[in-house]
């Protein structure tokens, strides 16, 4: 035999080993393990076994000459020793080289040859430390060019027949260092190719779950009904090819999209036993025939199905179920996008009820306000009207109006969102007192878009702000002085702006009165930090309110609100209220 015949010999086992590798690649996750060293014991032993198993495929994809083997070992275990580091690289080489050595113990090439092999995937472990890419197919075929020499070297050193080791070297060296280095090379390139469409069709799955998490986000922070699900349902059914998508609570079927809705109805009773399984079990399952769903209607289409449980604090309150049928089978990736998508529609069940306590919340924060404010309010408002009883009894007749006006509207516990309008009147019963105080010391100035009147806001949110520049702003001066209210909406906001010219504030008062913290009294500003914090909370940090302040030149506050799409229920308030 010659080297060439020994090169095709080489060639044609390499091609069938890398044929194998690349269907056993397909089939194990491998893109989720990733090009990393890890501590994980199993993930270890894992990669350590299946490269070495590929290094015993390169022995036997070898060829027997003169007592020895022309083999392929070498570009399995340097593969591996750049994929899994040292450690991964050693114990492939171990096996593979522990393997030569067994197969042909007493040879004189086993122990040099088991040794190089060790020694090669040793190596590749260590300098894949030092690599950025460590699965760089030019390092892979540097790696083999170098070792399979070394491996050359030693079978000549360290076996006990030099001739004959000699003759061995002189016809398996080319084709061995020209195999494994290109072997190594394709070997590293199979693992990038495989690594790559796995980690494609991972993300294209998890682009997929979050494009529909994100179309029903708006429907499920509603809770969990009939018209929620149904949405959902109908977003799934457009969005991943199933035959049909259902949402159930623990008991009725909620929404059923497509095959079979001639007898699974929205508003009936659970029919499917597997779902009834789930609900009592709280595991999810996969199901590959019509018998295991568990359907008693006679002609059910479904033939598969996937069944995952729905959360909600830590307890089953429904499932979401994606059928298949003879036409549109289910696979199992089918069923990691249901636990996928059931776990983001979990989640947002739980926003809902995080979104009602903070509503409660930032209600409860309007009953507080309204026991601080108005004892100390309406004892200066009951003084005003006390003086005009004698000198001016219509007058004190319109400012009574006018208190009963603001007082019945603030101490109205179920009122939710209320129209801009009925803000403003509130507004314009404390001014109209306060006017009536201190007469021509307040001006005010209001500039409202007519658009905006019936704009959703939360009550006591522009009162207690002007209420501020009064008390602390103009009246800080003796000739008092101004404040404008300027308000108007565009592009989905509301923009409302108070500015007054009083005195004014230092920033490191302003720094206090913006500085998170709980409210201790009514001195450190209670009606403006009550406002910032609440509009945070029902609206978010980037809907903030801006206060600029210059000591003797006045104050400006201003802020901006999307109008919401869901309303606090009254039942809701009546909640927080007790």
């Not at 090379?185 to 690594?195: K, P, R």
């Not at 005003?384 to 007058?395: A, G």
Request: with cysteine; aromatic share 6%; charged share 20%.
């Amino acid at each position: 035999m010659n080297p060439e015949t020994l090169i095709i010999i080489l060639a044609e086992r390499f091609g069938l080993i890398l044929a194998g590798a690349f269907m056993l690649l397909t089939i194990i996750p491998i893109h989720k393990i990733g090009f990393r060293k890890t501590s994980h014991k199993s993930i270890i032993a894992a990669q350590i076994l299946s490269f070495g198993i590929f290094g015993i495929l390169g022995t036997y994809g070898g060829n027997f000459v003169f007592q020895s083997v022309a083999n392929l070992r070498a570009m399995a275990v340097i593969t591996g020793g750049l994929f899994g580091g040292p450690l991964v690289g050693f114990g492939a080489g171990l096996i593979a080289g522990g393997h030569r050595i067994l197969i042909d113990f007493g040879g004189f090439s086993s122990i040099p040859c088991g040794l190089a092999t060790v020694l090669e995937g040793t190596a590749a472990g260590l300098i894949s430390l030092k690599l950025t890419n460590r699965m760089d197919w030019r390092a892979a075929a540097s790696l083999a060019f170098v070792g399979e020499i070394i491996h050359m070297i030693m079978v000549l050193y360290f076996s006990s027949t030099y001739s004959e080791a000699l003759k061995v070297v002189e016809l398996i060296a080319l084709p061995m260092i020209l195999l494994n280095t290109l072997g190594a090379a394709v070997f590293t390139q199979v693992i990038n190719v495989v690594f790559r469409y796995g980690t494609k069709r991972d993300s294209i799955q998890a682009q997929q779950i979050l494009d529909i998490a994100n179309l029903t986000v708006s429907h499920l922070r509603s809770g969990l009904t009939i018209e929620s699900a149904m949405e959902t349902a109908k977003i799934i059914y457009l969005n991943v090819s199933v035959a049909a998508v259902a949402i159930t609570d623990n008991k009725n079927v909620l929404a059923h999209i497509g095959a079979g809705n001639d007898h699974h109805l929205a508003g009936k009773k659970i029919r499917t036993g597997s779902t009834l399984h789930v609900l009592e079990l709280d595991e999810s399952l996969f199901l590959d025939s019509n018998e295991k769903i568990g359907c008693t209607h006679r002609g059910c289409p479904f033939t598969s199905a996937a069944v995952v449980p729905l959360h909600k604090k830590g307890e089953v309150v429904g499932t979401l179920k994606l059928y298949g049928t003879k036409e549109k089978e289910l696979d199992l990736l089918s069923f990691e996008i249901a636990k996928g998508l059931a776990n983001l529609c979990s989640t947002q069940l739980e926003l809902e009820e995080i979104q009602i306590k903070e509503q409660m919340l930032a209600h409860a924060e309007i009953r507080r306000l309204q026991a601080q404010i108005n004892p100390h309010f309406l004892f200066n408002s009951l003084n005003t009207v006390t003086s005009f009883c004698r000198t001016n009894p219509d007058r004190a007749r319109e400012l009574l109006l006018e208190l009963s006006s603001y007082m019945r509207k603030n101490l109205d516990s179920s009122r939710g969102y209320i129209p801009l309008s009925e803000e403003l009147a509130q507004l314009k019963s404390y001014l109209a007192i306060e006017q009536a105080r201190f007469g021509d010391l307040i001006k005010v100035d209001i500039s409202v878009d007519e658009k905006c009147e019936d704009w959703p806001i939360p009550p006591l949110i522009i009162q207690p702000l002007v209420e501020n520049s009064v008390k602390h702003g103009i009246m800080g001066r003796e000739e008092g002085g101004q404040i404008t209210i300027s308000i108007h909406c565009d592009e989905g906001l509301l923009s409302v702006s108070i500015k007054d010219d009083g005195v004014g504030m230092s920033q490191s008062k302003l720094d206090k009165l913006i500085e998170k913290k709980k409210i201790e009294s009514c001195a450190e500003g209670i009606g403006v930090r009550n406002c910032i914090q609440r509009i945070e909370q029902i609206y978010g940090p980037q809907y903030k309110m801006t206060i600029t302040s210059k000591t003797d030149e006045g104050t400006c506050v201003s802020f901006k609100i999307p109008k919401l799409k869901n309303q606090i229920r009254k039942t809701e308030f009546q909640m927080a209220a007790s």
